[in-house]
């Protein structure tokens, strides 16, 4: 059984960066990847950016590329989400997700076994 807790969300002004991060527990976290997803009320949960288990291979939503990076610390069982050049439209509540094996259809909620409580970010224009 794994825990998962997203930190580091706030305000923020548009055009402005904010790192968000997920430590995992209870369980070897190295072993799954990682990935984040967002949600606004009213909406279906979407995906944002997936890791692999060794860091090396990144996937990331067309909304989000080149401005969010994703990566992981496994010595600390953390992972990060930098996001950049921020928009309104990236206010979500940001939740980050493991799944223990890859698939192609990896922006799939259903493709992840556990997930954390999210954390609100709020981009201000």
């Known amino acids: 059984q794994v825990q998962l807790v997203e930190s580091g969300g706030g305000l923020v002004q548009a055009g402005g960066s904010l790192r968000v991060s997920c430590a995992a527990s209870?369980?070897?976290?190295?072993?799954?990847?990682m990935g984040w997803f967002r949600q606004v009320p009213g909406k279906d949960r979407e995906f944002v950016a997936l890791?692999?288990?060794?860091?090396?291979?990144?996937y990331y939503a067309d909304s989000v590329k080149g401005r969010f990076t994703i990566s992981r610390d496994n010595a600390k069982n953390t992972v990060y989400l930098q996001m950049s050049s921020l928009k309104p439209e990236d206010t979500a509540v940001y939740y980050c997700?493991?799944?223990?094996?890859?698939?192609?259809?990896?922006?799939?909620?259903?493709?992840?076994?556990?997930w954390g409580q999210g954390t609100q970010v709020t981009v201000s224009s």
């Open positions: 997700a493991a799944s223990m094996a890859y698939s192609t259809d990896y922006e799939e909620q259903s493709r992840y076994s556990y």
């Open positions: 209870g369980g070897t976290g190295t072993r799954y990847l």
């Open positions: 890791i692999s288990t060794s860091g090396r291979t990144t």
